[in-house]
């Protein structure tokens, strides 16, 4: 009764939310994702999602069990599949040959070996993972030494969803790319991945390529976002230094059309799962084509994001005399962004760490992360706590940290706050988020990211 069968395998960040949107939007497909973990397909058919993310839940709830399904049994699904997306995690590798760098494939290669075995006809593979420049003909190669005569065509169509923002992303992307073979069967495939899309978006937004182009457009388009991230950052510094105001330049800079006024926010540093991930990977291939002096341009953009979290904790201990020992620090934020409960790269990370290290007591409140905090923090079981009230966390608090710009953080009532407070209190706002000038009144001494201190030190 369905036109055509769907397989997604990998039910994370990125295959769990694309889907949902493409069951919703295409009725007349079968959508399944499968993963080897069962505690999250378990959770994906709960209802009791596994990852959050503004309207996802109520997407899921309409289309499961109508043309929306998960499950564990990966083999079972593969050979029912027409068109296959691939959505494995490809962390960095950790060992070997270019560890700490390229990325660890293992996943999938596993994925692919395991689609040739269960696959009787031949099928069409779309990466979405992010994968290194010419994976699709690794893949492809793998897919294609079969002696069942079948023909896999493999297609590579990235997803550029942002985190707490993906169903918007999804249901609004600013483009969708996909990249086939120049072949006959490849401009096929690629026909037949255009006809998802089109349930929903302009024609003017699917755009087409080669492979090569479409898997390279993905990590340079992350490199691009987070070296934005880095530029602002490193003149966030330059700002401290010399009195002028990060916002105001940040401001003035973006208004030129030519530059834009997105991705200019100074702040502790990027995080999430993809930018630093995707620079490394950017960088290890442009070693492995002899191109030196580009791989140690973008190697600058995840150096810059260090040295600004580093410059973040040297602000805090420098301008709380010097010494933490012992005392209580509110975290306000976990989680790397906004609106997500994904601790991964989070800055976080780094900055409550090196204030551990440095003896201070945390608290630690985030309205989604704390689970991964937790798990990020278990070396230091003891010397922090995690708190649902942000009020709790920063009760008999010396500092309160702005690790994550939650916008509610920004309406709680600093005045209790203040008061609850060792004196003198601190604010250290590493987001540039509250109302700086009305904490200054309430009695805080304020300091953030690239902007004059408010201290009454
Ligand atoms: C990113 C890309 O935006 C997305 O297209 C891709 O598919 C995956 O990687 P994501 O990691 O979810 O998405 O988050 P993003 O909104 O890009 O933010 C990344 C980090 O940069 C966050 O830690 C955020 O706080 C930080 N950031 C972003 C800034 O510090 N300043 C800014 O101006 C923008
Ligand atoms: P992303 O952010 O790219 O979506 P995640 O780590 O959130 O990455 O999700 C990747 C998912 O892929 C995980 O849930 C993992 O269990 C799943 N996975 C990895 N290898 C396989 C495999 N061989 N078969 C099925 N699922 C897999």
């Known amino acids: 009764m369905f036109k055509k069968n769907i397989l997604c395998i990998g039910a994370g960040y990125v295959g769990g939310p694309t889907m949902a949107v493409i069951a919703h939007h295409c009725p007349d497909y079968r959508v399944v994702v499968v993963d080897i973990n069962h505690d999250r397909i378990q959770q994906w058919n709960s209802g009791n999602l596994p990852i959050y993310e503004p309207g996802l839940s109520e ?6 069990g109508k043309n929306l399904f998960f499950s564990t049994d990966v083999d079972g699904h593969i050979d029912q599949a027409d068109i296959i997306f691939v959505s494995v995690n490809t962390p960095t590798k950790t060992f070997g040959l270019g560890a700490g760098k390229a990325a660890d494939l293992q996943y999938w290669e596993q994925t692919a070996r395991q689609i040739l075995k269960a696959s009787s006809t031949g099928k069409i593979v779309v990466e979405k993972s992010t994968l290194p420049v010419k994976t699709a003909a690794a893949i492809g190669r793998i897919l294609d030494s079969n002696d069942k005569g079948i023909h896999f065509e493999v297609v590579s169509n990235p997803e550029f969803l942002a985190e707490g923002s993906a169903i918007h992303d999804l249901e609004h992307p600013d483009r969708v790319l996909i990249g086939a073979r120049p072949t006959e069967s490849g401009q096929a495939a690629m026909l037949q991945v255009v006809d998802i899309y089109r349930h929903w978006i302009p024609e003017e937004r699917i755009i087409t390529s080669n492979v090569w182009s479409s898997e390279l457009s993905k990590l340079v388009a992350n490199a691009f976002l987070a070296q934005r991230v880095s530029s602002i950052n490193t003149i966030s510094a330059l700002c401290e230094k010399t009195n002028a105001d990060i916002e105001e330049v940040a401001k003035a800079v973006g208004m030129d059309s030519r530059i834009g006024p997105k991705f200019l926010k100074a702040g502790v540093g990027f995080g999430g799962s993809c930018f630093k991930k995707d620079i490394l990977n950017l960088t290890y291939i442009a070693e492995n084509y002899g191109l030196f002096e580009v791989a ?42 906004a609106d997500t409960g994904d601790v991964r790269e989070s800055p976080a990370i780094n900055v409550c760490q090196a204030l551990l290290d440095e003896k201070a007591v945390l608290a630690i409140h985030d309205p989604k992360a704390l689970e991964g905090a937790a798990q990020e923090l278990g070396d230091y079981a003891g010397q922090f706590s995690l708190e649902t009230d942000p009020y709790e966390a920063a009760s008999g608090a010396h500092a309160v940290v702005i690790a994550t710009d939650w916008n509610e ?9 203040y008061d609850s407070m060792e004196k003198p209190a601190f604010i250290f706002d590493g987001r540039n988020l509250l109302d700086h000038q009305k904490l200054y009144e309430i009695g805080f001494s304020v300091h953030r990211i690239g902007r004059p201190s408010l201290s009454r030190i």
Do not use: H
Request: charged share 20%; aromatic share 18%.
């Open 296 to 337: 140690r341009y973008w190697e600058q953009v995840v150096e810059i994001n260090s040295y600004q979290q580093r410059r973040f904790v040297n602000l805090i201990i420098t301008n709380m005399f010097n010494t933490i020992v012992g005392k209580r620090i509110a975290i306000f934020g976990f989680s790397f962004k």
């Open 59 to 64: 997407i899921v709830a309409e289309a499961l």
């Open 409 to 417: 953080f920004s309406t709680l009532d600093y005045k209790r706050i």
